[in-house]
DNA sequence: ATCCCATGCGTACGAGCGTACACATCGATG
DNA sequence: CATCGATGTGTACGCTCGTACGCATGGGAT
């Protein structure tokens, strides 16, 4: 009976959340971890997300900005006279070099959205934006197609432990790239 | 108290348990739903699969034979005259069109297999089993390419409910083939 | 023929879950 | 200042879950 009208509530419950799913897993994900997570009682939270998939929604907007963010940091694909591949590759190399946690966090909401069709619309957004970034520099048919080579070879570091392999990104990105 | 003395009974919860995976989602899949799918005792799950990941890995090694199948029947990758990207691009179409439980299957094993460690191997096997199949056409490291951007094609349809396009597919395999 | 133990069966327990709901407390509105 | 709605809090209900455990059974080893 403390933390009476905080404004930031829903924000640090979203917070929370992202916390609670890179540390658990999409599986412990539920109203009343991240209420513990969140040092709130467990009623707010359902105040402010009435379902899972509402609070789930949320966190995997937010969580999703890491790579953007990224991208903007690193001012990747704004020189013109740039490699894409190289650029590209760097990037997931970055992406992948550091905490591991936000590149898991964002692959599990991602494939969440397979069996959660509230899901869906944020993941094909994701999708998009990177599709759209890249075309930037590329034509749209090229860039999707390096979006999903991109995510095939981040599964396949994440999936089977092998390490990344920045040559060898490189040298197949731009194999796409006509 | 009727049928004792099953033989068949630790195939039979396998085969549920692909049933309740493909029909409810990994989420879906608790001893519980498996052994009234299966019409068993609960305890019987629980004797032949002492943990939930072990009935998982059964089941998800045994569900994942589905593309290598497809793949001997439609006897692709066989023919060495033949054009490997527009194969892999058919191949894809032919996955996608029928029955999707099969294809949403073998992704809901990656999303797993990101939290749960039991599952990794099997999903290794999987990408390396398609890798090593395209490799008898490629060198192995433009398979492993073709292996991710697969991978990560079927994803955007899967994730965007944009249909498969098979021109678009064969058409950039193609240009990862030197 | 006897015995052992792998296998099958039923039940019970405690934990965690989503949800609902009644009450408390402020901010804004009039 | 009075009121009302938005927000916060605490609790309780009914459900499913994993797990454990005791008993039953009969095939195969001896």
Redesign the interface.
């Given at each position: 009976m403390v933390r009476r009208y905080d404004p930031d509530r829903r924000r640090r419950i979203i917070d929370a959340a992202i916390r609670v799913v890179g540390a658990k897993?999409?599986?412990g994900l539920s109203h009343r971890s991240v209420a513990a997570e969140a040092d709130v009682p467990l009623g707010s939270t359902t105040y402010h997300f009435k379902t899972l998939d509402e609070l789930m929604v949320a966190a995997l907007r937010q969580a999703n900005e890491g790579f953007a963010k990224l991208v903007v940091a690193r001012g990747a694909l704004e020189d013109p006279g740039s490699d894409v591949a190289a650029e590209l590759a760097g990037l997931v190399g970055e992406w992948l070099a550091g905490d591991r946690t936000g590149v898991?966090l964002e692959?599990?909401l991602?494939?969440?959205?397979?069996?959660r069709p509230a899901l869906?619309p944020v993941?094909?957004e994701w999708?998009?934006d990177l599709a759209d970034r890249i075309a930037l520099r590329t034509d749209p048919?090229?860039a999707?197609?390096l979006?999903?080579?991109?995510?095939?070879?981040c599964?396949?570091v994440?999936?089977?432990?092998v390490e990344y392999d920045e040559e060898?990104a490189r040298?197949?990105l731009a194999?796409?790239?006509?």
């Amino acid at each position: 009976m403390v933390r009476r009208y905080d404004p930031d509530r829903r924000r640090r419950i979203i917070d929370a959340a992202i916390r609670v799913v890179g540390a658990k897993g999409l599986g412990g994900l539920s109203h009343r971890s991240v209420a513990a997570e969140a040092d709130v009682p467990l009623g707010s939270t359902t105040y402010h997300f009435k379902t899972l998939d509402e609070l789930m929604v949320a966190a995997l907007r937010q969580a999703n900005e890491g790579f953007a963010k990224l991208v903007v940091a690193r001012g990747a694909l704004e020189d013109p006279g740039s490699d894409v591949a190289a650029e590209l590759a760097g990037l997931v190399g970055e992406w992948l070099a550091g905490d591991r946690t936000g590149v898991e966090l964002e692959y599990e909401l991602y494939l969440a959205a397979l069996r959660r069709p509230a899901l869906r619309p944020v993941a094909a957004e994701w999708c998009q934006d990177l599709a759209d970034r890249i075309a930037l520099r590329t034509d749209p048919v090229t860039a999707r197609a390096l979006a999903a080579l991109l995510d095939g070879i981040c599964l396949q570091v994440l999936l089977t432990g092998v390490e990344y392999d920045e040559e060898y990104a490189r040298d197949v990105l731009a194999r796409v790239i006509p």
